[in-house]
């Protein structure tokens, strides 16, 4: 659907707006149409795109994307080289990088905010050529991801995951793992490693607490191997972002890291799924701009 552009005597944003239609099982369209109608009674200029996205947004001033992580990180891969102001409004399920960036703040309030045209620049991450801007997790939450598969994209988000989460943690096995960063090297078994941009994954674990956006340094927690029988006990920990003091954890902020084993991985970009046995990963600094 692509709703034509209006074009208003005054105002001088010219608003793309780009949705994902299966977001959130239909939350995604329904907020387009609650943004359309607001921005319409603002009197701005826009046009609304959802499932055919344009080829390039060279005669807009801003980009609205309405969906979650996963939209997001197809966004930024099919437009790496975009310059313009992008927002973010949270029709997806987990939504955890639309967190990061504006808190929990009603649909209005997101409005007002992006409306006062303030401007950030955001880091984003490199991994094996593909663009991510909230994380990469290998061992474990990648796993969770490919045990997901499509479900991921109907989700409730956070319950969601946590369900595969309680399936899988008692049987997953810790893998050897390689790492090179910060001017040493070393392998070992690791139960899972997150290199984070943002905070939450998942729709809510605070995997990375202390992660700044905008810092030109990647986070990166690495779990090493916990007890079958206590690994319920821990995840809580997880949850709320109380593991990084955990003897078994161990917490390095880098600009770029390579990770590598004998065997290939399952991790995820931004929640998006890719296997691999060798992971070369590094910050671009303030490569894309938000509204905030």
Same mark, same amino acid.
């Given at each position: 659907?692509?709703?034509?552009?209006?074009?208003?005597?005054?105002?001088?944003?010219?608003?793309?707006l780009?949705?994902?239609? #299966? &977001?959130?099982k $239909?939350?995604?369209?329904?907020?387009?149409? %609650?943004? !359309?109608?607001?921005?319409?009674?603002? =009197?701005y200029?826009? #046009? &609304?795109?959802? $499932?055919?996205?344009?080829?390039?947004?060279? %005669?807009f !001033?801003?980009?609205?994307?309405?969906? =979650?992580?996963?939209?997001?990180?197809?966004?930024?891969?099919?437009?790496?080289?975009?310059?313009?102001?992008?927002?973010?409004?949270?029709?997806?399920?987990?939504?955890?990088?639309a967190?990061k960036l504006?808190?929990?703040?009603?649909?209005?309030?997101?409005?007002e905010?992006?409306?006062?045209?303030?401007?950030?620049?955001?880091?984003?991450?490199?991994?094996?050529?593909?663009?991510?801007?909230?994380?990469?997790?290998?061992?474990?939450?990648?796993?969770?991801?490919?045990?997901?598969?499509?479900?991921?994209?109907?989700?409730?988000?956070?319950?969601?995951?946590?369900?595969?989460?309680?399936?899988?943690?008692?049987?997953?096995?810790?893998?050897?793992?390689?790492?090179?960063?910060?001017?040493?090297?070393?392998?070992?078994?690791?139960?899972?490693?997150?290199?984070?941009?943002?905070?939450?994954?998942?729709?809510?674990?605070?995997?990375?607490?202390?992660a700044?956006?905008?810092?030109?340094?990647?986070?990166i927690?690495?779990?090493?191997?916990?007890?079958?029988?206590?690994?319920l006990?821990?995840?809580?920990?997880?949850?709320?972002?109380?593991?990084?003091?955990?003897?078994?954890?161990?917490?390095?902020?880098?600009?770029?890291?390579?990770?590598?084993?004998?065997?290939?991985?399952?991790?995820?970009?931004?929640?998006?799924?890719?296997?691999?046995?060798?992971?070369?990963i590094?910050?671009?600094?303030?490569?894309?701009?938000?509204?905030?």
């Open positions: 659907m692509t709703l034509p552009l209006n074009r208003p005597a005054t105002g001088q944003k010219i608003i793309a780009v949705c994902n239609p #299966t &977001a959130g $239909g939350k995604g369209l329904l907020l387009l149409n %609650e943004i !359309t109608f607001a921005l319409r009674s603002r =009197g200029t826009f #046009t &609304a795109y959802s $499932g055919n996205w344009p080829r390039h947004f060279k %005669e !001033t801003e980009v609205w994307i309405i969906g =979650g992580d996963g939209t997001l990180n197809f966004f930024i891969n099919r437009y790496p080289e975009i310059s313009l102001p992008i927002a973010l409004f949270k029709g997806g399920s987990g939504n955890d990088f967190w504006y808190g929990s703040k009603s649909t209005e309030e997101y409005l905010m992006v409306l006062k045209g303030n401007i950030t620049h955001v880091d984003a991450g490199l991994c094996n050529g593909r663009y991510f801007i909230n994380g990469v997790g290998i061992g474990f939450d990648g796993e969770v991801v490919k045990s997901m598969g499509t479900r991921r994209f109907f989700s409730a988000g956070h319950l969601s995951y946590f369900a595969i989460v309680l399936k899988k943690i008692f049987f997953y096995r810790e893998k050897k793992m390689s790492f090179v960063t910060g001017g040493r090297s070393w392998t070992e078994k690791i139960f899972m490693v997150s290199i984070a941009n943002g905070s939450r994954y998942g729709g809510g674990f605070l995997v990375a607490p202390d700044d956006i905008s810092d030109g340094e990647l986070d927690i690495l779990i090493r191997p916990i007890p079958f029988f206590r690994r006990f821990y995840l809580p920990k997880v949850e709320k972002g109380k593991h990084l003091g955990l003897h078994f954890v161990e917490f390095l902020r880098e600009k770029n890291i390579l990770v590598s084993s004998s065997v290939p991985l399952a991790a995820h970009l931004d929640g998006e799924l890719i296997e691999a046995d060798r992971f070369k590094e910050i671009l600094p303030g490569k894309f701009s938000f509204c905030r």
